[in-house]
């Protein structure tokens, strides 16, 4: 019998890298044969693995693996990925819960709107009134008199804080682990978002530092979940587990407009304040539980079964032993595999390689793209369902919930087609960075500009941005993982600034937008606001088509020690 033994877990990590770096993971033979007899164990190996990675021949499980199998209860990385699910979940529901509330905080009628001389076509006919003459679709009038420019400011005044947080964030993860600083940031959102009504109530220039706050509290969290995943999940699990965890933005999304539509048409604690009151408390209840069932890394996991903690570090090990510049010594210890990963401050940041990095580029300008249209349709789609389509507050929210689940189904759909994709070598790395790249780009983009030929049909705008939207999921498949390929050292930072500059659009795209609407609430105007949004979405996947990579960089590296050289020599 060949003495290696292939489990189900090291099958997709040996027989997607390289022959040469599967064949480091092998465990060297302790007899004492003759050469001829050794020659023949590896081949007999090689036979096995090539059966193997076939599907030819059944698993031959090791002892380890059957420990695995028998054990009860979820895998460690399992439980940290539910927990950065929810967290998302949780921050996403803090942050988007204004753009529904904004409906019910604001006094439409006390807005002077120019649409007095506009054509009847340019405008969506109002909702037939009931026989007795009311509005089918009462809404109370809200207490503050903020026109467009002045909500937008407000909805945008959040993303100046969440840009300032966001390199910083990603680089303290690096250094300390993200565990706090993902905690952290998500209990400062929460803090400031109970406080959000009091500061309205108070004053507008205080409800917009608040919201600035509020977003520098989230700002950490992206950077640090990336630089998390580095450490906590194998190459090949990579996408699919970065679309459950991030799509917990879209599940917090799902669930906290209709939630907060519903509490906004309430008298339950003044009505719109109490979204802001059950979702700051939602996020001191996540906090706690954060901070006792999750750890930085493997190693650092006091109830991490040895099989997954070793499973993990190997797998990490064998996408660095694809270059051998990049291997450790074969004599130090176990744990010690994923160096590079581990100890990010020894080094001092490339700033000067990294600014200038094509690829990073490539993906800070395709992310740019995919933020603003995103950004449109997070912050604004509400008031067009509302100005312009004439919904009541829990039925815009209700419809705008919609979008984020169907793009969550199929964000998971697509990252496990791009996991199974590339464990078969049906496509390589860069190319499915590129495919799901431009499905997540073009197709939504088709949505919003079916959205100006299809007018005032509800179902139809609805079909646009929850059906041809829904694909925006597949960006977890496309970019979203670029950054750990390009560096696995540097990846919260690289996230940090990538993701800073296309959340700059979180408050360029609401400011933009109320230029153009400037008190003029008609299609033709709303038209312009999705032309633009499309038309720079995909000029960003145009120049990520082109520019992207998937080579770990060379300023990445960590020149070879000394006695993984001599071994070489």
């Known amino acids: 019998m060949p003495p290696h033994k292939w489990t189900d877990?090291?099958?997709?990590?040996?027989?997607?890298?390289?022959?040469?770096?599967?064949?480091?993971?092998?465990?060297?033979?302790?007899?004492s044969n003759s050469s001829d007899s050794a020659d023949r164990s590896d081949d007999e190996a090689d036979d096995e693995r090539e059966a193997f990675c076939s599907g030819e021949r059944p698993l031959i499980r090791s002892s380890g693996a059957a420990e695995e199998n028998h054990g009860c209860g979820p895998k460690t990385r399992h439980i940290f990925g539910l927990m950065g699910f929810l967290g998302f979940a949780v921050v996403y529901a803090m942050r988007v819960n204004l753009s529904v509330a904004i409906v019910a905080m604001?006094?439409?009628?006390?807005?002077?709107?120019?649409?007095?001389?506009?054509?009847d076509t340019d405008t969506c006919p109002l909702p037939a009134p009931h026989h007795n003459g009311s509005d089918p679709n009462p809404q109370k009038e809200g207490e503050f008199v903020w026109d467009e420019a002045t909500q937008g400011l407000v909805l945008g005044s959040f993303f100046y804080g969440y840009v300032l947080t966001q390199v910083p964030g990603g680089r303290m993860a690096e250094l300390y682990g993200g565990k706090k600083i993902y905690g952290y940031g998500v209990l400062i959102t929460a803090i400031f978002t109970l406080i959000t009504p009091l500061a309205a109530h108070w004053d507008l220039p205080l409800l917009v530092l608040v919201r600035i706050l509020e977003g520098m509290g989230e700002g950490v969290t992206y950077p640090a979940m990336h630089a998390m995943l580095a450490h906590w999940i194998p190459p090949l699990e990579r996408n699919k587990f970065a679309a459950i965890v991030y799509a917990g933005s879209n599940i917090g999304t799902v669930i906290s407009m209709p939630l907060a539509g519903w509490l906004c048409s309430l008298d339950f604690l003044g009505g719109w304040p109490s979204a802001f009151y059950i979702f700051g408390l939602l996020g001191i209840l996540w906090f706690i539980a954060w901070m006792y069932l999750v750890y930085d890394k493997p190693s650092d996991h006091p109830r991490i079964s040895v099989t997954e903690r070793e499973y993990i570090e190997r797998s990490l090990h064998v996408q660095r032993l694809i270059?051998?510049?990049?291997?450790?010594?074969?004599?130090?210890?176990?744990?010690?595999?994923?160096?590079?990963?581990r100890r990010p401050s020894e080094e001092p940041i490339p700033w000067s390689s990294l600014l200038t990095s094509v690829p990073l580029w490539a993906i800070l300008l395709t992310q740019c793209g995919q933020g603003w249209a995103f950004y449109t349709q997070l912050t604004e789609l509400p008031t067009y369902m509302s100005n312009i389509l004439h919904f009541d507050i829990q039925s815009n929210a209700l419809l705008n919930a919609v979008p984020y689940l169907t793009a969550w189904f199929v964000g998971i759909a697509c990252s496990a087609l791009a996991d199974w994709m590339l464990a078969r070598r049906y496509i390589s790395l860069l190319n499915s960075y590129k495919l799901w790249n431009t499905v997540a780009s073009v197709v939504p983009s088709l949505g919003l500009i079916g959205i100006i030929y299809v007018g005032c049909d509800w179902v139809w705008v609805t079909f646009m941005l929850a059906g041809v939207g829904s694909f925006g999921g597949a960006v977890y498949a496309g970019n979203q993982m670029n950054h750990i390929a390009l560096s696995p050292r540097y990846a919260g930072t690289m996230y940090g600034i990538t993701n800073s500059a296309a959340n700059i659009c979180g408050f360029l795209a609401p400011y933009v937008i109320g230029l153009i609407i400037n008190h003029r609430e008609t299609l033709t105007q709303w038209h312009l606001v999705f032309w633009l949004a499309a038309g720079l979405n995909i000029a960003g996947n145009f120049i990520y088509l082109i520019f992207a990579s998937a080579e770990e960089q060379s300023w990445s590296k960590t020149p070879p020690t000394r006695s993984s050289r001599s071994q070489r020599a």
Not at 18 to 30: Q, V
Not at 336 to 341: G, M, P, S, Y
């Open 106 to 119: 604001v006094n439409q009628t006390a807005i002077p709107h120019s649409n007095a001389s506009v054509i």
């Open 323 to 341: 270059n051998p510049d990049l291997a450790e010594p074969e004599e130090e210890e176990e744990g010690q595999d994923d160096v590079n990963l």
């Open 9 to 31: 877990e090291s099958r997709d990590a040996s027989c997607y890298y390289e022959d040469a770096a599967a064949s480091r993971l092998r465990r060297p033979s302790t007899s």
